[in-house]
């Protein structure tokens, strides 16, 4: 029911002449109609490149991060407008590296999801629990409040236009993914959460993402849990093989 999402964040990795190269591998080794949303996040500066890269597949092209406003005094951001005209359709917000070395919190995640959605992007909303708030059992707390702080506000129909990512701090970049059944425990209380705030319906079509040390060799394990709605990819979709590999893997 829930189509599927394999979305690649490059993080601070790739110029513009290695995002084309990317994509030269990339796309022909990955169905020109796959069964799922195909999504890869370049740095800013290499946007306008992957858009162009990508033009004429079904591969969206998303920033990593967005500022709330129009446009104005505020050096070094770039907003939401600037993004699609770069040839962006969605964007990361509140991804766990901004939350813990960029200041960003559940405030300015609500403002960025509100931008993004009002210039018809896709916000991609990532949301998990750092290492010493696991191990003190705090995850479902962390998440619920992260989830419900993130989504105030929003309509019902702008809720249904967004995307949920799941991902522990402790599994991001470590090798350390969280089990199958860790994810999926999470991910069904994130939909309880979304049913008690929004409503049961949007709640069964909202798409949560898994993120965290995905790689080729343990997508399936994740994947065939129904829970899981899809993939957010850091190290291994650096590599046009190991993406292809995710994207081809997904259980059907
Ligand atoms: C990420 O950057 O969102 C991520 C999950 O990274 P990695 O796959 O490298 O853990």
């Keep these: 029911m829930r ?7 490059w993080k601070m990795y790739k110029t513009q002449e290695e995002t084309r190269a990317f994509f030269a591998a990339f796309k ?7 069964d799922c949303d195909v999504i890869v996040a370049p740095p800013f500066t ?4 992957a858009a162009a890269a990508a033009h004429g597949s079904s591969i969206t092209i998303a920033a990593q991060n967005a500022y709330w406003e129009r446009e104005g005094a505020f050096t070094g951001e770039i907003s939401v407008r600037m993004i699609a005209d770069a040839g962006g ?20 995640v609500l403002k960025k999801t509100k931008a993004a ?4 992007l896709t916000p991609i909303v990532c949301i998990g629990e750092k290492l010493a708030e696991y191990q ?8 619920e409040t992260q989830f419900l702080a993130g989504s105030n506000s929003l309509t019902p129909e702008e809720f249904s236009r967004i995307l949920l990512a799941y991902e522990p701090v402790w599994a991001i970049g470590t090798g350390h993914t969280a089990t199958p059944e860790i994810a999926t425990a999470v991910h069904k209380f994130l939909r309880s959460c979304a049913a008690a705030r929004f409503s049961e319906s ?41 993406f292809a590999s995710i994207v081809k893997d997904w259980p059907r």
């Design 46 to 49: 290499s946007l306008a490149a």
């Design 3 to 9: 189509r599927p999402v394999i979305a690649g964040n």
């Design 117 to 120: 959605l009002a210039a018809g």
């Design 136 to 143: 003190a059992g705090k995850t479902q707390h962390v998440c």
């Design 89 to 108: 359709k969605a964007v990361l917000i509140g991804h766990s590296e901004r939350r813990q070395f960029f200041g960003e919190t559940d405030e300015t």
């Design 28 to 34: 022909p080794l990955v169905p020109a109609t796959p």
């Design 202 to 242: 949007l709640a069964a079509s909202l798409r949560i993402l898994y993120g965290g040390s995905v790689k080729p060799d343990n997508i399936k394990g994740l994947m065939a849990q129904e829970e899981l709605d899809g993939v957010l990819v850091g190290g291994a979709s650096l590599d046009p093989k190991s």
